[in-house]
């Protein structure tokens, strides 16, 4: 049983606030935001409720009974973000990922993650293209472009998380017992492209049983998987041929839109097969960052895609239809007050 001074926590950190900055929040001092976290003392019920407010939390938050376990947090590439955000968005997650699980509990919905990639290793950028060829057959996606990412993500029971935070990071992976989890920023700032890339290189890392004690290989190994998964080879030579001796930049502007994969990891994709050389690939590269477009490419190739699912929002409502929850609890499961969850849904439900 988790009591309200670890929740309390977890709140805080949620919010990615310092006791001080909680203090201020609610006009008390640091000494008895510690007691509360120390479980020296507990706040009456009119402070709790100004505690809930000031955190964006439901009261319900600090009687949950258990406090779900993030195992093999991998924040790659991550050394340089601030340890305050890192714990903002493991507790998000966690938040997220306990009223999803209980949401999933309730409907009687087993949420394991089944591997098709299960006991093959990988150690090689080949080997990486072989594995997502076989994730495409298993899942059965065919050769065509995936137009939906996340939503495909979802339906093979991999969790999606997407928080808003700082456009250094991209994702994340960790786990849950048997049940595989994916963050992903939601930052605008973010094309709709490298939100795909990187679920689907976070997948990699989840699925893949890679065999490299080399961390640049092994980061590659996830970006080959990557761009193999939005880009099969056969498509890439039927796009391109076998063997190109230039690319046109509209071509590839083309191919982006058409396929939602950046158009450095397409010229990327045709070196990986033979279809450019070495030496021009390096030219191409070189003119992309001269002309800032490694950074940002034209909007005019923007993909222009849907990178969502509605998973939960559906399962809620089929709770509610089959009055297996309360409105209040499904309020409290989308962390809105009940005033709030009638005003935007009531005249549906």
């Not at 008895?32 to 439901?58: N, T």
């Not at 991999?158 to 994340?172: M, N, P, R």
């Amino acid at each position: 049983m988790i009591n309200f001074s670890t929740r309390l926590k977890t709140a805080r950190l949620r919010k990615g606030w310092s006791l001080q900055e909680l203090a201020d929040a609610v006009q008390l001092s640091k000494q008895a935001i510690s007691k509360y976290e120390l479980e020296q003392s507990v706040p009456d019920m009119q402070r709790l409720l100004q505690l809930c407010e000031v955190l964006g939390v439901r009261p319900d938050y600090f009687t949950r009974k258990e406090l779900i376990v993030l195992e093999e947090v991998e924040f790659r590439k991550l050394v340089k973000f601030p340890e305050k955000e890192k714990q903002r968005l493991l507790e998000i997650t966690r938040d997220e990922l306990e009223r999803y699980l209980e949401l999933e509990d309730i409907l009687g919905i087993d949420t394991e993650t089944e591997n098709p990639l299960a006991g093959k290793t990988v150690s090689t950028l080949e080997e990486a293209d072989l594995a997502s060829q076989k994730l495409r057959r298993e899942w059965h996606l065919g050769d065509g472009p995936i137009a939906n990412v996340i939503e495909m993500l979802e339906k093979n029971a991999v969790k999606v998380i997407e928080i808003d935070t700082q456009d250094s990071f991209s994702g994340l992976s960790t786990k849950v017992g048997n049940i595989n989890v994916i963050v992903l920023n939601n930052s605008r700032n973010l094309s709709l492209d490298r939100k795909r890339f990187t679920a689907l290189h976070e997948l990699g890392h989840i699925l893949m049983d890679i065999r490299t004690d080399n961390e640049k290989l092994k980061e590659n190994i996830c970006h080959r998987f990557a761009a193999a998964m939005l880009f099969p080879a056969v498509l890439v030579e039927a796009s391109l041929g076998k063997r190109r001796s230039k690319l046109l930049f509209p071509e590839i502007g083309a191919l982006k839109m058409q396929w939602g994969i950046s158009m450095a990891a397409i010229v990327m994709r045709a070196n990986h097969l033979g279809i450019i050389s070495d030496s021009y690939y390096k030219s191409y590269m070189f003119l992309l960052s001269k002309w800032g477009y490694k950074k940002q490419e034209p909007e005019k190739y923007d993909y222009q895609g849907s990178e969502k699912s509605t998973r939960f929002e559906q399962l809620l409502f089929k709770a509610l239809a089959e009055e297996l929850i309360s409105q209040s609890k499904a309020a409290g499961l989308m962390n809105m007050k009940l005033a709030d969850f009638l005003d935007e849904y009531e005249k549906h439900i």
